[in-house]
Structures are given as C-alpha cells and as structure tokens.
C-alpha cells in the first residue's frame, strides 16, 4: 500500500477522517483555506504565497459579486500526520468552501487523501508528484477534488534534456563520456523529478553512474557527494523543494573541483528562493535551472509591487504562480457565485466538469499565456509554449539568462555555456 494511502487509513481509523457535513453559519464569511509552508527549510517560499494570494484578493477588495470573502492560512510546514490532522479540522469547518494551492508533494499526498474523502475541492496545489496522477487516473470521480497547478515533473524535466542535446548538437558542450549522476530529496518529489529525467537521459544515450536521494532537511551531503564524485560524471541532476539545495550547492562545487571535475549541473528549483546568490556566490555560476520568469508589463508591476509591500524579491514560482493562481481562483468562485452560489458542492462541480475539462481557462496571467487542463492532462494543466511553461536558464553571477528555447532567449548569443 503507498505510504500516504497508508497514513490515510490510520487517520480515518483514529477518526481524523470524516464525512462532511455542517451547515455554513450566515454570519460567517465563505473563507478560502490557503495552503503554504510558513515554517521549516521552506518558510520564504510559503511567506511568498501567502502575500501573493492576498494581494490578488486584496485588488478586488475580497469580494466575490458582493459577498465578502475571507482567507484562512494553514502552515503546510508539519510533519504529514500533523498536517492531515490540522487539514481536516480547518475544512471541518462548514464555512470553509475550498483549498487553495500548496508547496510540497508528499503534503499535497496526504491533503489529497483527506479532501477525497470529504468530498473537499481543493484547487491548484503545487505538490507535482506523479503519485497525485496515479490517483486521479484510478478514479476521477473521487480525485477531481484535487487540481494541480504544477505538472508532473518529466513534463518539464524534458525541457533540460532537450537543451542538453540542442548543446552537444550544435557543439556548445562537448561533454565526452555521456555519464550523469541524479541527486535531490528523499520525497515523492525529489523521486518523482530524478526518476523522471534520468529514464529521459538514458533515451538520449546517457548512462546514470549514480543515485543519491538524502534527507530533505539535511545539511550535510558529503557522504553522499563523495559517492557522486567516485562515478565521474560530466552531468549532474537533481532537485531539492527547499534551501537545501544551497546547501548541496556549496558542498559539491569545491568536492568537484578538487576531484578535477567540472559537471553540468542542473538544480532545478535554485531560484525559487529569489536570494540564493547571497548565499552561493559564484558557486552558482553556471548552473542550469527551470523557472517561470517575470517578463512582462503585468509581471514586472507585480515584482515591483511585492517588494514594495513585503521588502524582499519575489520568487516566480512561489509568489508568481501564486498570484496567478489566486486571480484563477477568483474567476472560479466568481462563475460559482453567479451561479448556484459559492458552496463547495458548486466549486467542486466546476473544478470536475469544467476546469479539468478545458472549458474554463485563464488568460490574464503575469506568467503563462494560457492556464489550462484537458481531460487528457488532467490532473495536471496543459504544458506547451502557448500554455504552462518554464524556459530553461542558466545562471551567471546570480542572473538567470535563458539559453532554452531559442525562441526565448533575449539574445542570439545566449546559448548554453560549459561549466567553468
């Protein structure tokens, strides 16, 4: 039995676990449950998504066609079985009509299990493990309570090794020995990403030398570094959802180089913390990562104004997708409101028949030019150039410049560079 179903029996067993029911006090406010880590190794990215949600909320002044709206913000930084718990209790509550987004995969695994099981619509969660895919393909009925709003991750891991091949091809990288090493968090994300794209690599003729998944929370990776600088790859891949990822950073770049190594390094999901050159300094020259980017009018202005407010630099995947996300939502709960009301009955029966469906989308995005899912990438949304998607960006001095595609890239000269 998967581990989170496991933990959702245990919690259904203990009683944690319910069926819904409740009737919405008339003197409480239709309130939105915002999901997001404000404590642990990933606290900066929940902070973010919690202020991007409410400036969305905050333009319309949180109200939906007249009705006052309120949100309600749950730490995702717990352990699973605290989180299930502290889950169930905040939707126990009748006036609480959804959920809203979500960082981590393995939390997003137990959240999924609780709403499935009160009939919960919860919209846009970030936790992209494919396990949440398994799920839904199993019986859509029951797990259309749950919409992400990051693919699966050899959706996009697809993009680095197609701008690995497009290197090589034109003579960028002249790797040698095609030998990659995969590292990342021990986590249903961490396995999703590094199984995803070494299955990708090995199509592309690549030999995977070594696999090294570690603590989310650790901070010291040397045991297993030095097991990755044993194999000698040329190409090194992996992701953490958290600051760790610094942490790997700073240890491998000097291990590397005292083996007279000089990988390709991919780390997807560095810049999700805006800040990371603060930290890493030229060890982070040259590296290659994926993230939206804040390229537009729209998004500039948004930039601009988080800074203003919250005093830090917001992250695109944190605070960008969040604030797109919101204003969807709002769109969603506005059709509900103009409809049969904003129940969570309404807004299931629209994230079910029209928004996996493909007949509800959202245009006026700061990221993507189109948010949208298809009965056939659901539960994920539609990834392409006109819809979800993240160039590739390979980072020089802190500034993430992208080097894929093509199409993208702000100068004909910034292709992707070797490792130094």
């Known amino acids: ?42 606290a900066r990215n929940g902070e973010e ?17 007249g009705q006052k709206v309120a949100l309600r913000f749950l730490d995702e930084g717990k352990d699973e079985i605290t989180l299930a718990a502290a889950y169930e209790a905040s939707i126990a509550d009748p006036n609480v009509i959804c959920g809203f987004f979500n960082w981590h995969s393995s939390k997003a ?22 396990d949440l895919n398994v799920r839904y393909a199993s019986d859509p009925a029951t797990h259309s309570v749950w919409s992400k709003g990051w693919p699966d991750p050899p959706k996009l891991s697809i993009n680095y090794v197609s701008s690995i091949e497009d290197a090589i091809t034109a003579g960028d990288w002249v790797p040698g020995a095609k030998k990659v090493a995969v590292y990342g968090e021990d986590t249903a994300w961490g396995r999703s990403f590094g199984n995803g794209i070494a299955a990708q690599l090995v ?28 194999q000698k790859p040329t ?45 890493l300094g030229s060890a982070s020259d040259g590296i290659i990562d994926q993230i939206p980017a804040f390229a537009t009018a729209a998004a500039k202005t948004f930039s601009a104004s988080f800074t203003q407010r919250v005093g830090t630099t917001p992250s695109p995947s944190a605070a960008g997708l969040a604030f797109d ?16 009301g904003m129940t969570r009955q309404n807004i299931l029966a629209l994230q079910k028949d029209q ?42 001095k802190g500034n993430g410049v992208v080097v894929w595609p093509a199409a993208l890239r702000a100068s004909p000269s910034d292709h992707l560079k070797p490792p130094s």
């Open 1 to 42: 039995m998967n581990q989170n179903w496991a933990l959702a029996a245990v919690l259904c067993g203990v009683g944690v676990i319910g069926c819904s029911g409740g009737t919405p006090d008339s003197n409480q406010l239709p309130t939105i449950l915002v999901v997001g880590p404000t404590s642990g190794s990933s």
């Open 49 to 65: 998504i919690k202020n991007a949600t409410q400036m969305a909320f905050d333009e319309i002044g949180s109200q939906i066609g």
């Open 109 to 130: 695994l137990v959240m999924e299990a609780v709403a499935a099981n009160r009939r919960f619509p919860h919209l846009f969660g970030l936790g992209a493990t494919g």
């Open 203 to 230: 199509a592309k003729g690549w030999t995977v030398v070594a696999t090294q998944y570690v603590p989310a929370d650790g901070q010291d990776f040397r045991t297993a570094i030095a097991a990755i600088v044993a």
């Open 235 to 279: 190409l090194v891949v992996g992701t953490f959802a958290s600051a760790a990822i610094e942490t790997f950073i700073l240890q491998a770049q000097p291990a590397f180089a005292t083996a007279g190594l000089k990988p390709l390094i991919v780390a997807d999901g560095l810049g999700w913390n805006s800040d990371f050159f603060v930290k």
């Open 325 to 340: 996300y919101a204003h969807f939502l709002i769109n969603v709960l506005q059709r509900a409101q103009a409809g049969a």
């Open 355 to 396: 928004i996996l469906t493909g007949q509800f989308t959202y245009t006026n995005g700061i990221l993507m030019k189109e948010y949208k899912y298809t009965a056939a990438s659901a539960p994920d949304p539609v990834v392409g150039e006109q819809y979800y998607v993240f160039p590739v960006l390979q980072y020089n």
